[in-house]
């Protein structure tokens, strides 16, 4: 069990640096987006932000398949 206090580790720190980078945001640029199909910085923050649930997911199932169905009925 010596990797759960590492993977602990490894969260808060990055935790760290995401709410670092997305306190960085400015609050007039959620709409901007480097290019054309790019996604907006809003949904771009708002997908790494919830990036961590994503753990807790692939923990808890036994299948993970991202080629159909709703993810947002998972969480």
């Known amino acids: 069990m010596a990797m759960i206090p590492l993977l602990v580790k490894e969260m808060e720190q990055e935790a760290q640096t995401t709410r670092k980078m997305l306190s960085i945001i400015p609050n ?19 997908h790494i932000a919830e990036l961590p649930t994503m753990i807790t997911l692939a923990v808890t199932t036994d299948v993970l398949d991202f080629g159909g169905g709703d993810l947002n009925r998972r969480f």
């Open 28 to 46: 007039d640029k959620f709409d901007w987006r480097p290019h054309p199909k790019s996604m907006t910085i809003r949904s771009l923050s708002t």
